[in-house]
């Protein structure tokens, strides 16, 4: 479905600790989600993505944890930096469809702002 | 990685005109582009799907009228926003898929519309 549209909810943490960012997906058909970063006034950048048939994927100092049967996806970042403060948003991609609409379609979730103190 | 363009980055207008906002596949070929618009402080709402060669698919309460979609070639996708009012005011971004089953999704970095 769409997203609500609601405000977003904020996360403050100080740089060295690891942060941990939920979002609650609405589609249980979903197969393939991502985490994406938005700094003030740009367009989102990938940070990470994980498959339905996964519960855990590691980066560079990203982690996404993915809970199918609640509906739960987490990003944690490990020693979190001033540089990560950013808007966090997670995606969910349905089951792709060749001959519809939702070929590639995302769905975002609320986004959480996240910022880190020095 | 693969770039988005968008131009203009941001444009102010006067009540009752058009605006048309351009995207840009800069290194990729795109069939589809996707255009989102984000209030202050809230999440990207997928306003339409953009085809080349056909005609655009418009999420649920989208005006279609309002907001005309052209693709018109595999690298450009344009957005005009008719007879603007101040409640159109928002930042549109969007972003093209590429890849196998269009798995990786590209964003532009945005446009900034504020209707005087």
Known sequence: GESVGLHLPTLSVQEGDNSIINCAYSNSASDYFIWYKQESGKGPQFIIDIRSNMDKRQGQRVTVLLNKTVKHLSLQIAATQPGDSAVYFCAERPVLNAGGTSYGKLTFGQGTILTVHP | ?116
């Open chain 2, 1 to 116: 990685g693969a770039v988005v363009s968008q131009h203009p980055s941001w444009v102010i207008c006067k009540s009752g005109t058009s605006v048309k906002i351009e995207c840009r596949s800069l290194d990729f070929q795109a069939t589809t582009m996707f255009w989102y618009r984000q209030f202050p402080k809230q999440s990207l709402m997928l306003m339409a799907t953009s085809n080349e060669g056909s005609k655009a698919t418009y999420e649920q309460g989208v005006e279609k009228d309002k907001f005309l979609i052209n693709h018109a070639s595999l690298t450009l996708s344009t957005l005009t926003v008719t007879s603007a009012h101040p409640e159109d005011s928002s930042f549109y971004i969007c972003s093209a898929p590429r890849g196998i089953r269009l798995a990786e999704q590209f964003f532009g970095p945005g446009t900034r519309l504020t209707v005087l």
